[in-house]
């Protein structure tokens, strides 16, 4: 597989290279418009269990691909990306669907509850029952993760995938790298609590989380069997996931049409508006390809 590095440059004055391409105000002057948007996809055997979703669907698209946010842990469809994404998909007559996971925002069930075999058949209900046509997936942190997995099960509907701070096997590894007396009680306890650097508290994880998680490595494969075309945007100042996870991904895909983008001063959450700069710019290459 060939291993492609981009580097993402500043001038001195910090200013990145990029034109902006929206306000700094989107966010605010879009909330009290997408509140009125949210839609439900009933999923599994129970009525009451659902998948929130907000979804755009111009009378005439001007490309055939639409895309799709997979948003990280305890994050939902109200975050800057996901606003982010929408209107970029507005502003260009492009398909968008944003969505909430089982457990998250504003969809039904507890987070306690979640596994990301769960969270990845949510994508694929998404992909397969709500977008239509080929689709764009862009995945932040754990959402990085999710992408992969569903394009992995349904690659003839997705044309493209964008990682943002991309996390795959990260769950696992967290866990795996804790001292034996330290994954014995998480054991006994039944709940794994991971620190977070944007919570005042740590995740209470179930392990099943855990033992979940492990069916689902990717970076321990010799290989990883897709074939199109993938940008993953990372920040050097990540102290969440470590930029090495998006190198390491790169190295694993079979693709041909693999990038890494490094953002020098960027950190996990890559929601400035440099950072969304950078974003934007990848889109319209993958929309216009």
């Given amino acids: 597989m060939r291993f492609i590095w981009m ?9 990145s290279y990029h034109r902006p391409i929206y306000r700094k105000d989107f966010s605010t002057s879009l909330s009290l418009k997408l509140e009125e948007q949210v839609r439900t996809l ?8 659902f998948i929130a979703y907000r ?5 005439h698209p001007t490309k ?52 990301l075999s769960l969270w ?11 977008a239509k ?80 998680a492990r069916k689902h490595l990717l970076l321990k494969k010799a290989e990883i069997e897709y074939d199109g075309p993938v940008h993953l945007i990372h920040g050097m100042n990540d102290g969440t996931v470590p930029y090495s996870y998006s190198l390491k991904l790169c190295e694993k895909l079979r693709s041909k049409s693999a990038f890494v983008h490094l953002i020098k001063d960027g950190d996990h959450r890559l929601s400035r508006d440099s950072d969304l700069h950078v974003l934007a710019n990848i889109l319209e290459q993958m929309v216009n390809s």
């Avoid at 009933?42 to 269990?49: A, F, L, T, W, Y």
């Avoid at 709940?191 to 994880?205: A, G, I, K, Q």
Wanted: hydrophobic share 30%.
């Fill in 64 to 115: 055939d691909a639409g895309i799709i946010f997979c948003q990280g842990l305890m994050s939902n469809m109200n975050g800057v990306k996901a606003k982010f994404l929408d209107r970029f998909c507005r502003e260009r007559g492009l398909k968008y669907v944003c969505f909430d996971y089982i457990g998250h925002g504003q969809s039904s069930g507890k987070f306690e509850s979640f596994t």
């Fill in 133 to 212: 046509g080929p689709q764009i997936i862009v995945g932040s942190s754990i959402g990085g993760w999710i992408m992969l997995l569903a394009a992995l099960e349904n690659p003839s509907k997705v044309q493209g995938l964008v990682g943002i701070a991309s996390a795959p096997d990260l769950l696992y590894q967290r866990y795996k790298n804790l001292p034996d007396r330290e994954k014995y009680g998480i054991k006994q306890s039944g709940y794994f609590s991971m620190p977070s650097d944007y919570w005042t508290e740590p995740y209470r994880l179930p392990y099943e989380v855990i033992t979940d």
């Fill in 42 to 49: 009933h999923v599994g055997k129970s009525k009451e269990q």
């Fill in 120 to 130: 990845k058949e949510n994508t694929l209900d998404i992909l397969e029952k709500v």
């Fill in 55 to 59: 979804q755009h669907s111009p009378h």
């Fill in 7 to 15: 580097g993402i440059k500043r001038s001195r004055s910090g200013e």
